[in-house]
């Protein structure tokens, strides 16, 4: 927490000129760019500076994004579920609630570094439901609003840079198809390049530190310190149990609970697999493989398959915070 804000040059200071330059042109502070957040900080030490408002903010950031959660579920239940209007209300609800109280918020809640998941989950909602209604109407400025949501959500956390696949994987569930045409996915793409190569930069070269590899370990045990990590994600959404901060799943060359993170994986596999062969109801399917792909996708950029400055670092509750809301849309 005092990183990104006492510890910060440009945040102590507060709003000014100088400060917003800066959160936008340091680009290795703490191994990350994220002038968004940094500037939200900075608006807090404003307004008075002391740890209570970085947590009421935190707080307040939680129960928008709730909001927006409930928001979202509700255009997908009109899209791909013929309920009627209090069942679709009620369950959309019991979805927002069942993610914004889930254990696995609580890290992003409570600490105050762990803001930026709350930004970038906020602005890339957001900026998916102006999709969805762009995939349906079409419209520049609704294709703006989206970009600009997308952006802000980079500047919020490079997380963000799996947007494009959020948006593709959406584009094709819309249209039954999963290979659906969608240009204008194809700019998203480029940000997202521009993002990722800052990203690696900035943790290759972290402020007043030394450089950092990373790529620590080779392509295959990423790989399955991925898998690893993925079933870990799936069992503790499942069966929550104490905060994981940076916990990293491999340990002396071996998974620490790889039984455990493979089996959960393989488990979910296959459930995943039986469901889109054997449900019937087409809307059903659809919802299930979007889940499957919500999932997948919103972690991928922390699994450490395309590196990470810690090494084999590839589990911690608040990369779930986008992710497990793909759980809340199996309600529907």
């Keep these: ?43 807090d030490v404003s307004l008075g500076g002391g740890w209570t408002i970085h947590h009421v903010t935190n707080v307040v950031l939680h129960g928008v994004a709730t909001v927006v959660v409930f928001a979202f579920l509700r255009m997908l239940a009109r899209r791909f579920v013929p309920l009627e209007e209090r069942a679709s209300i009620v369950i959309c609800l019991a979805g927002a609630l069942l993610w914004a109280l889930h254990p696995m918020r609580a890290e992003v809640v409570s600490y105050v570094s762990s803001r930026k998941e709350a930004l970038w989950t906020l602005f890339a909602l957001l900026g998916l439901m102006e999709w969805m209604r762009f995939c349906e109407k079409g419209g520049g400025r609704r294709y703006l609003l989206v970009m600009l949501c997308f952006v802000l959500s980079c500047l919020s956390k490079p997380t963000a840079v799996c947007f494009p696949l959020l948006a593709y994987a959406l584009k094709a569930a819309l249209d039954r198809n999963l290979f659906c045409r969608a240009w204008s996915v194809l700019p998203m793409l480029a940000v997202s390049l521009a993002v990722g190569l800052v990203t690696i930069h900035s943790q290759a070269h972290p402020t007043g530190m030394a450089s950092a590899d990373v790529f620590v370990s080779g392509f295959g045990w990423r790989l399955l310190n991925a898998g690893v990590s993925l079933g870990l994600y799936v069992w503790h959404t499942l069966v929550p149990g104490t905060i994981h901060v940076d916990y990293r799943a491999v340990f002396d060359g071996w998974p620490v609970d790889a039984g455990l993170g493979l089996g959960a994986l393989v488990v979910c596999l296959l459930a995943t697999v039986a469901g889109l062969l054997y449900l019937k109801d087409c809307s059903t399917r659809v919802l299930l493989a979007l889940a499957a792909l919500w999932f997948l996708i919103g972690l991928s950029p922390t699994l450490g398959v395309f590196g990470y400055v810690n090494g084999d670092q590839a589990y911690a509750d608040r990369y779930a915070y986008l992710p497990n809301v793909a759980f809340s849309t199996l309600l529907l």
Excluded: Q
């Design 1 to 43: 927490d005092w990183g990104y804000t006492l510890g910060c040059p440009f945040v102590r200071g507060g709003v000014s000129f100088a400060n917003v330059f800066a959160a936008l042109t340091d680009f290795c502070h703490c191994a990350i760019w994220m002038p968004v957040t940094y500037f939200t900080y900075m608006v």
